[in-house]
């Protein structure tokens, strides 16, 4: 009997609370093909027979009873013939992680970027871990000049991407905890990424391009409504801040009351500096 996810958990939450339950695709499925629930009025009604038959179900097509129970790989799912490869497995992105590694300022990775599992990344020895926010930003960094002129006088450099719906924030928070080396965040210049940067266990600092190349593109590119929007989330924490760096960006974003995406630091360069910095930051 080959199950999809959504009849696997109508399956799990009857095994878990044997409420009665309204008309559904997956009710009449289960009613008429395994005999399961007595149909009442509007809704299927179950006993604790019928629970026990979930039961028995589950435990022969090797399912796990509970969606919090341990899931296999969609791989070993080839120990149940007939069963979809999808139904009770792990999402093939589970516990993965994206990264670059530089050394001296040169990638050793492959172009673009790799996936391993955490604990193949936690295996690295990187005298520097750097949290990118953003995903096209991790795949793009060697484009990011002034990112690569900051590497190049550290050994080893282990770039993760923070995390998003494919490879998960968790996953990426759990790996980046395993190291004790220095680490530099590389966020949004905006309270919500400041913020990121101050919740890193070991943060050395967040990392901006110089400031007179930080101020122009700050100035030139107005995204006033990155400061606005996030301040009142973000500033009550900021403003109690005691990391001198973080600290010191906060009271220039407080001046400037501006923002800027990480994306948008790609192409700074000195030709940037058109507008001088004293200019720039009344």
Same mark, same amino acid.
């Given at each position: 009997m080959n199950l999809t996810p959504i009849e696997l958990r109508f399956l799990q939450r009857?095994?878990?609370?044997?409420?009665? $339950?309204?008309?559904?695709?997956?009710?009449?499925?289960?009613?008429?093909? $395994?005999?399961?629930g007595t149909p009442i009025g509007r809704?299927?009604?179950?006993?604790?027979?019928?629970?026990? $038959?979930?039961?028995?179900?589950?435990?022969?097509? $090797?399912?796990p009873l509970a969606a919090s129970d341990q899931l296999i790989d969609r791989a070993d799912a080839v120990l149940r013939p007939?069963?979809?490869?999808?139904?009770?497995?792990?999402?093939?992105?589970?516990?993965?992680?994206?990264?670059?590694?530089?050394?001296g300022g040169s990638p050793t990775t492959r172009p673009g970027y790799?996936?391993?599992?955490?604990?193949?990344?936690?295996?690295l020895t990187p005298d520097l871990v750097m949290v990118v926010e953003n995903f096209e930003t991790l795949r793009q960094l060697e484009r990011y000049q002034w990112v690569i002129d900051r590497l190049t006088s550290v050994k080893t450099a282990l770039t993760i991407f923070k995390g998003d719906n494919i490879y998960r924030l968790d996953d990426a928070?759990?790996?980046?905890?395993?190291?004790?080396?220095?680490?530099?965040?590389?966020?949004?210049?905006?309270?919500?990424?400041?913020?990121m940067s101050l919740s890193i266990r070991n943060i050395e600092e967040?990392?901006?391009?110089?400031?007179?190349?930080?101020?122009?593109?700050?100035?030139a590119q107005k995204r006033s409504d990155l400061y606005f929007n996030q301040y009142n989330q973000y500033a009550g924490a900021l403003d109690l801040c005691d990391h001198p760096q973080i600290a010191a960006l906060w009271s220039l974003m407080k001046r400037w009351q501006k923002g800027l995406p990480q994306e948008w630091m790609r192409d700074l360069s000195l030709t940037t500096t058109n507008t001088s910095q004293d200019s720039s930051t009344t």
């Open positions: 009857l095994l878990a609370d044997r409420r009665d $339950r309204p008309h559904s695709a997956s009710a009449e499925r289960f009613y008429v093909d $395994r005999k399961i809704k299927f009604v179950y006993s604790q027979e019928d629970v026990e $038959r979930v039961r028995s179900l589950l435990e022969a097509l $090797r399912l007939g069963i979809s490869e999808k139904s009770g497995t792990v999402n093939p992105h589970a516990n993965t992680v994206a990264f670059k590694v530089f050394a790799q996936v391993a599992s955490v604990e193949e990344v936690a295996g928070q759990n790996c980046i905890s395993l190291f004790d080396c220095p680490v530099w965040g590389f966020h949004d210049f905006d309270p919500a990424g400041l913020h967040h990392l901006v391009p110089p400031q007179g190349l930080l101020a122009a593109a700050v100035v």
